[in-house]
Structure formats: structure tokens, C-alpha cells
């Protein structure tokens, strides 16, 4: 039976998005949260299925926090986009099963295979 390792992070981003019903929004920023569900098979000597530190180490390196989410993404960087986009980043170096993007405290985009 595997774990299950969770880590979460806050970022304060701002976005667009690109083609809200047809067209521009303005700028404007969230504290987003990301969630990171992995898998792990088997513990280290430690009792370490995943690096709780690692993990998420690894996800904060993969946007800088306080930035313009459009400048980096030729995509709408929606809640939805931003969920796959972790995923695929991280996937080959996890068994990552579901990345869950909160845009606010009510609205969340989970992605997973
Ligand atoms: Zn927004």
C-alpha cells in the first residue's frame, strides 16, 4: 500500500485571463494555494516516504512568488491550466497523483490522470 504525502503552498500571484468570455480581464492578484499529492511506495531508513521539504522546495522553484503569471505561460493562466502545468513539471521526478490549484479560498482546479 502506498503513502499518500501532501505538501501546500501559498502564492500571491497576479493573472489574466486571456479569453474570459471572449475577451481580456483586467490585472489582478490572489493568494493561490497550491496542493501536491504524491505517492510514495516505500520508506527510507528514516521512515521517509517523500521529503516534505524536497517536494516542496521543488514546487516553489518552478514559478517565482509575486509575479505576473502571464509573463511565463503562453496559455490563460487559469486555475485549470496552472494544475496541469505543475503536474507535468513534476511528474517525472514524483508519482504525482492530483496537483489541486485554490485561485481563492472557495475556488479550486484539481488535475490528475
Ligand atoms: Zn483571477
Not at 52 to 75: A, Q, R, S, Y
Request: net charge negative.
Amino acid at each position: 500500500m502506498p503513502w499518500r504525502i501532501r505538501v501546500r503552498k501559498k502564492f500571491y500571484w497576479a493573472h489574466y485571463l486571456t479569453n474570459y468570455y471572449g475577451k481580456p480581464e483586467p490585472i489582478h492578484g490572489h493568494t493561490w494555494q497550491v496542493e501536491v499529492c504524491v505517492l510514495a511506495r516505500e520508506l527510507d531508513e528514516g521512515g521517509i516516504g517523500v521529503d516534505f521539504l524536497k517536494l516542496k522546495e521543488d514546487l516553489e522553484n518552478l514559478l517565482p512568488d509575486h509575479t505576473l503569471l502571464n509573463e511565463h505561460f503562453n496559455f490563460s493562466p487559469s486555475a485549470e491550466n496552472l494544475a496541469k502545468w505543475i503536474y507535468e513539471k513534476l511528474k517525472g521526478k514524483y508519482e504525482v497523483e492530483r496537483v489541486s490549484v485554490w485561485e481563492t479560498e472557495d475556488f479550486c482546479a484539481d488535475y490528475f490522470e
